[in-house]
């Protein structure tokens, strides 16, 4: 071989070894071998190995450890010299942070470690230890220094974020009334990443630093937020009015199993207040009284609760309601004083107690002051006194319109409201001119006498009159009102020549029965007058529809009236006819609309053959058997006719001996059914079980009565039940994080709750956009528990992007609320990872070596070529050369 060539391939040698050893170095450093160092802490199963990963938190004078775990390809490396650095937390305020510098060898399992104790936090300074702590640990390596960083919290194992006191129906409330109940909704966050156990203690302290409230639970935290509420508290009715104080402690234990506070305690206020009126004092005008006389009673009442109050106040005289008067909003510690005027009129002679009572109002416990008794009073027996009063009590004139000469009649009642019997004159006018004087003599006391008089008009001018009855005031008359009456106008006109007229007219028809059997005699009567002014002979006729029934020829002088019947034996056929009755026109008559008058409708019936009586219950069903108090029950009786006639009869709903309702069966025909319902309301009927019964009223002529009666058996009135409420919440959904890279997984926290009554068992689905992520199953929920649950989302097949976060409930049977059943959280961004293949960063040197070796390649088959080529050309070389 010779020496170009072998130094071509040795120089194809070094070419090689260099591309090997590049690719080499980049195969380790794109597999994550070769260097490496691992800081973490002794915190499992969140020790924050890997890459710059957080580890979970730690607390005020609790140890810290790190580890370094150094390794080359993976191998570990003893007697490697760690530093470590920790740095505490660093905000604004704080002028000079923690930090410690520390280092340490590793040791045969290539693990470095360094320890120190979180400080306690100095009261004002709390940021310079609480909030997030920075490490990080360096090495050298063969020359390179390599590091791993590393966070953690350090906070409070437990942190209580607040306390909110609620009333009974979970409403926010900062003030209570003694003896109410009070719920405590306390938030606490789990600052770690672990479940932990905790044990809660909830104290309150009155205004009189007396503990009124002790209450203790345990609870398992999930790591965040946790929502908790504590069973109702009620308020002692002794406890002292003002601001109560509040103390949550968390625990680790109970202490004396040896428990310490995971952090500080929280505090916080309610006001005590209270609803207290009281009657402070009863005045009297006067300890005596004369019977009929009148007593001012003074009641001064007090507001001595902490709300504006409106309320009744009532009077009593012994046992005997007086009066009572309405007290609108009366400020709190004001006074104020109600006056009762007392008529004694009708008391008996004795001695009363006078006793006020106020309220009480809503939520008011003290009520030993809402009643105050004073007294005695003492009713005299009153003298006799005489009262002189007589009155005119009514006048009359009729007609009011006469003609002059007519009369007119005057009548006048007059009673003596007085003590004493009476003697006076009464006197009549028309206007102003005296027309008559009426003596009455002797009017006993509480009397009433009628006075008559006739006015004759034939003196009197055409006009209108006003007619006035007047009695003199008597001696000692002191009510003069009544002594005079006014009636209203007589007209009296001129005298007029009356004008005669031809008029007939039926006044009335009526019949005995309004339903008959063909062929039954019916009785029928009709009233005719002739208000003419001439004696008239007409023609009547009485029709069943268009059909006469009977005709006659009436004969009436002017003035008169005539009442005729017959007998009518109906023989028409079965059906309804409209019975009337007309008076023919008589000449020169213009007012015929009375001459026709109509009296309803008959009903004629096919005959039976024999009539019997028979209505029975034939059954009762209640729409329930079991019913609440307050509840209405339907409750429906059916009765039959069971004989051949039209019945009318009474049918009574009993429970027990007790009257639900009665109601009247109108005209049921022979063999037909109908069903009543009544409506039983229980709103007063006491728990227990009632038994139905209904009664038909037995008709006339019925024999048969053992089927009137019908006997259902038994029905429940309860208790009502308590009102069920159902309504399940979302109340919040978050990610571990807002930004993660296609394929990684995300954690996802959601926390739903049972705002209802009573457990339930519902689905929750979580979905980012309209696409859902994972459907759970909860259940059962007790009422007002919170429950948090983490989901998983592997995002492998998610396109990058940004997504809505949702989280639904479907709504539960019965469930009316269903505005908190949805929790849209904010966006999730999914970025795309740019991977870079081994294969990709080799490939330029492949292809250059590819390139290399042909050119090399081509060289040698050149070189081959030339060294095999035919003597001759050497023969003409030389030649060429002259040789």
Not at 75 to 87: G, R, W, Y
Not at 260 to 266: E, K, S
Not at 823 to 836: E, H, I, P
Not at 861 to 868: I, P, S
């Amino acid at each position: 071989m010779s020496v170009k060539v072998k130094k071509y391939f040795f120089i194809t040698s070094l070419i090689f070894l260099q591309i090997a050893a590049t690719i080499l170095f980049v195969s380790t450093v794109y597999s994550g071998k070769g260097r490496n160092i691992d800081l973490f802490t002794q915190k499992q199963p969140y020790s924050g190995k890997g890459p710059n990963q957080p580890s979970d938190s730690f607390q005020p004078q609790e140890e810290v450890i790190l580890y370094a775990l150094v390794t080359y390809n993976e191998a570990p490396i003893q007697n490697k010299l760690v530093a470590f650095q920790i740095d505490g937390p660093s905000p604004p305020e704080v002028n000079d942070p923690i930090r410690i510098i520390l280092s340490s060898a590793t040791n045969e399992s290539g693990i470095a470690s360094v320890s120190f104790r979180i400080p306690t936090p100095i009261n004002g300074s709390e940021g310079i230890v609480i909030g997030e702590w920075f490490a990080i640990a360096t090495v050298d390596i063969a020359g390179v220094v390599v590091n791993d960083t590393l966070t953690f919290r350090v906070d409070y194992g437990v942190r209580i974020i607040s306390v909110a006191t609620l009333d009974s129906r979970l409403n926010p409330q900062t003030t209570f009334l003694r003896a109410e109940n009070i719920i405590f909704n306390i938030t606490a966050e789990n600052t770690g990443l672990t479940s932990k156990y905790a044990f809660f203690t909830v104290d309150v302290i009155d205004a009189s630093a007396t503990s009124i409230i002790h209450f203790e639970f345990e609870q398992t935290l999930t790591p965040g937020q946790n929502n908790l509420q504590t069973p109702a508290c009620q308020i002692p009715p002794n406890s002292r009015i003002g601001d109560a104080a509040v103390h949550v402690n968390v625990y680790t234990a109970p202490p004396i199993q040896g428990g310490a506070p995971y952090g500080p305690q929280y505090s916080t206020t309610f006001q005590i207040v209270t609803r207290d009126i009281a009657i402070s004092s009863i005045s009297l005008s006067s300890n005596i009284v004369k019977a009929g006389g009148t007593v001012k009673i003074g009641v001064y009442v007090k507001n001595k609760g902490n709300y504006t109050e409106s309320f009744y106040v009532k009077v009593f005289y012994n046992q005997t309601f007086l009066m009572e008067r309405y007290v609108d909003s009366l400020p709190p510690l004001e006074v104020t004083c109600i006056d009762f005027l007392w008529n004694t009129t009708g008391v008996p002679e004795g001695d009363y107690m006078i006793t006020a009572v106020a309220g009480p109002v809503e939520g008011e416990i003290e009520v030993e002051d809402n009643v105050l008794k004073v007294g005695p009073l003492t009713v005299l027996p009153s003298l006799p006194r005489i009262v002189h009063d007589v009155a005119i009590t009514s006048l009359n004139a009729k007609p009011l319109q006469v003609q002059v000469g007519q009369p007119v009649n005057i009548t006048l009642c007059i009673k003596n409201f007085g003590t004493e019997p009476e003697s006076f004159n009464v006197t009549i006018y028309y206007n102003s001119f005296p027309l008559a004087i009426l003596k009455v003599g002797f009017l006993a006391p509480g009397a009433n006498v009628t006075l008559f008089y006739v006015w004759d008009t034939s003196n009197v001018l055409e006009g209108n009159y006003t007619i006035k009855a007047v009695v003199p005031p008597l001696a000692g008359e002191e009510n003069l009102a009544n002594n005079q009456f006014v009636d209203g106008k007589v007209w009296v006109r001129a005298p007029q020549a009356p004008v005669k007229k031809h008029d007939v007219a039926v006044n009335s028809l009526s019949i005995s029965k309004s339903q008959v059997f063909r062929g039954e005699d019916l009785m029928v009567y009709v009233n005719v007058a002739n208000v003419g002014d001439y004696d008239e002979i007409f023609r009547l006729t009485v029709y069943a529809n268009m059909s006469t029934v009977w005709a006659c020829q009436v004969d009436l002088k002017a003035g008169d009236s005539k009442l005729l019947s017959f007998t009518w034996r109906v023989n028409l056929g079965v059906g309804r006819y409209v019975v009337w009755a007309k008076a023919e026109n008589v000449t020169g008559e213009t007012n015929i609309e009375n001459n026709i008058f109509v009296d309803g409708a008959l009903l004629v019936l096919t005959p039976p053959i024999h009539y019997f009586h028979d209505v029975a219950v034939t059954s009762l069903y209640p729409s329930s058997h079991i019913v609440y108090a307050g509840q209405e029950l339907n409750i429906t009786v059916t009765v039959k006719n069971l004989g051949n006639a039209t019945e009318s009869f009474n049918l009574t709903l009993y429970y027990d001996s007790n009257v639900i309702g009665r109601v009247l069966v109108r005209d049921l025909p022979p063999w037909v059914e109908r069903s009543v319902t009544f409506e039983w309301d229980t709103s007063n009927v006491a728990e227990g079980n009632y038994t139905l019964k209904a009664y038909a009223e037995p008709v006339k002529d019925e024999t048969n009565t053992a089927n009137n009666l019908f006997i259902d058996g038994k029905v429940a009135v309860l208790k009502p039940p308590p009102i069920i409420t159902h309504d399940v919440a979302v109340l919040w959904l978050g990610p571990e994080k807002y930004e993660i890279n296609v394929g990684e997984a995300l954690l996802l926290k959601v926390v739903v709750a049972n705002f209802g009554n009573i457990y339930e068992k519902f689905n929750v689905t979580v979905s980012y956009d309209s696409r859902t992520i994972s459907t759970i199953s909860v259940g059962p929920l007790a009422p007002y528990e919170t429950r948090e649950i983490t989901i998983c989302w592997n995002t492998s097949n998610v396109k990058p992007g940004a997504y809505i976060l949702s989280a639904s409930i479907p709504p539960v049977e019965g469930e009316t609320d269903t505005a908190n059943n949805v929790f849209v959280d904010g966006k999730v961004t999914l970025k795309t990872v740019f991977a870079v293949s081994l294969f990709l960063l080799i490939l330029p040197f492949i292809i250059g070596l590819a390139a290399f070796l042909i050119i090399i390649l081509l060289y040698y088959l050149r070189k081959r070529r030339k060294a095999t080529k035919p003597m001759v050309s050497q023969y003409v070389l030389l030649g060429k050369l002259g040789v």
